[in-house]
């Protein structure tokens, strides 16, 4: 299994982060807010939004970190091809 987190797997486009704000599905949480919207990619991709709400840099910076962590252990679960965007609450 390859847990590697390649630079292919980031949303990293303003257009592609627009297209899944407005076409994807929110589920919220008491930690974390996820937009999912399906891709025609081979392969899932993640990108983040972490404002300075959630604190300081170093805070913002382990949110990232961790939320990074928890897509890389577990993109091999996800049965169809999606983009996700997660924001961490403070």
Do not use: C, W
Request: charged share 30%; glycine share 4%.
């Amino acid at each position: 299994m390859n847990f590697r987190f390649t630079k292919a797997e980031h949303l990293t486009l303003q257009k592609e982060f627009e297209r899944v704000f407005q076409e994807g599905t929110v589920f919220k949480d008491a930690k974390v807010v996820l937009y999912v919207a399906g891709n025609r990619l081979p392969h899932s991709r993640l990108g983040l939004v972490v404002s300075k709400k959630v604190g300081n840099a170093v805070r913002r910076n382990r949110a990232k970190r961790l939320l990074r962590e928890v897509y890389r252990l577990n993109k091999h679960v996800l049965a169809v091809h999606i983009d996700i965007i997660a924001i961490p609450r403070h």
